[in-house]
């Protein structure tokens, strides 16, 4: 009867021990995040961080002025969805862009606005939140291809958690462009 105790307990110690391994291999991204425009390279911006003109249809990520935006990522995590919300201020203007996402690798499906699909694909495991998205636009005359774009981000933390890093990858019929966002944890 003592072995039987034993094994049983050995057993349960070896299940605990796996399920804290598997706990603490979900990176946990839930917080308010604040742009590091020090560390990050975006769009529009020379090596030197100064602003260019290499942004999207030639702006830079300022928004025109010569201000930068100031940029909060704001993020909820809950079993398998992870909701981001994006809010940009300058001044006293102020936007937000929500995507929820479904964190377990299947793929979800939408229509856009503008009548095409939009296929996402987010998978979080290791130290690591990695989302796929693909748009596909229907062609805009009679006997033209679809035009796709397709974009890869991949969150990490840093080992005291302070520090969120997401480098994305975006393909166009123009080419390939690469960004690298650095937040860190509000208080």
Request: glycine share 12%; aromatic share 4%; hydrophobic share 30%.
């Amino acid at each position: 009867m003592t072995r039987t105790k034993r094994i049983i307990g050995s057993i349960a110690v070896l299940l605990l021990a796996v399920a804290v391994t598997a706990a603490q291999a979900q990176p946990q991204f839930t917080g308010t995040w604040v742009l590091d425009r020090a560390q990050s390279q975006l769009p529009g911006h020379g090596p030197d961080g100064r602003e260019g003109r290499g942004g999207p249809h030639g702006k830079s990520m300022a928004g025109g002025h010569g201000q930068p935006h100031e940029v909060k990522l704001i993020v909820e995590q809950q079993g398998t969805t992870l909701k981001a919300t994006r809010t940009m201020a300058r001044g006293t203007r102020e936007r937000s862009m929500s995507e929820t996402f479904v964190v377990d690798g299947t793929e979800q499906t939408e229509t856009t606005r503008r009548g095409g699909t939009a296929v996402t694909r987010a998978t979080l495991g290791g130290d690591r939140l990695v989302i796929n998205k693909t748009h596909t636009m229907p062609a805009k005359e009679q006997g033209q291809p679809a035009r796709t774009f397709s974009r890869e981000s991949v969150w990490t933390l840093s080992p005291d958690g302070r520090t969120l890093t997401i480098d994305t990858t975006m393909q166009s019929p123009r080419g390939d462009r690469t960004m690298k966002t650095v937040f860190t944890r509000s208080s």
